[in-house]
């Protein structure tokens, strides 16, 4: 199953829609200049294990970078997606503070 990824800037987030229209995942973000810090990815139960999660986060990278922001991934799993896709660490900034 293929799914569109389209910004909904008056909602603060990119929505992924199947071909039908029905929202697959979304994720969340908060924009202040040129940073863009994405909040949350919430992929709907139904669509999980199909690649939302990914074409959502590949979308929204590849965003950042055409719009030429830095991005600070507070989402836990936009973050670990990152982990395995080094060639997005050129617009990540990521805390160095260690939680004790």
Same mark, same amino acid.
């Given at each position: 199953m /293929?799914?569109?990824?389209?910004e909904? &800037? %008056?909602r603060e987030?990119? %929505? #992924?829609?199947? %071909? $039908?229209? %029905?929202t $697959?995942?979304?994720?969340?973000?908060?924009? !202040?200049?040129?940073?863009? #810090?994405?909040?949350? !990815?919430k992929v !709907? &139960?139904?669509?999980?294990?199909q690649?939302v999660?990914s $074409?959502l $986060? @590949? =979308?929204?990278? *590849? *965003? =950042? @970078? =055409?719009?030429?922001? !830095?991005?600070v &991934?507070?989402?836990?799993?936009? /973050?670990g997606?990152? *982990? @395995?896709?080094?060639?997005?660490d050129?617009?990540?900034? @990521? /805390?160095?503070r260690?939680v004790?």
């Amino acid at each position: 199953m /293929s799914f569109v990824v389209t910004e909904v &800037p %008056e909602r603060e987030r990119f %929505e #992924a829609r199947t %071909e $039908a229209g %029905e929202t $697959a995942g979304i994720v969340t973000y908060q924009l !202040t200049g040129a940073i863009i #810090a994405y909040t949350h !990815t919430k992929v !709907t &139960p139904e669509f999980e294990g199909q690649g939302v999660g990914s $074409a959502l $986060a @590949r =979308a929204v990278m *590849d *965003d =950042a @970078r =055409a719009r030429r922001r !830095t991005v600070v &991934p507070i989402c836990p799993f936009l /973050s670990g997606w990152l *982990d @395995r896709h080094p060639e997005y660490d050129d617009l990540v900034v @990521r /805390s160095t503070r260690k939680v004790k």
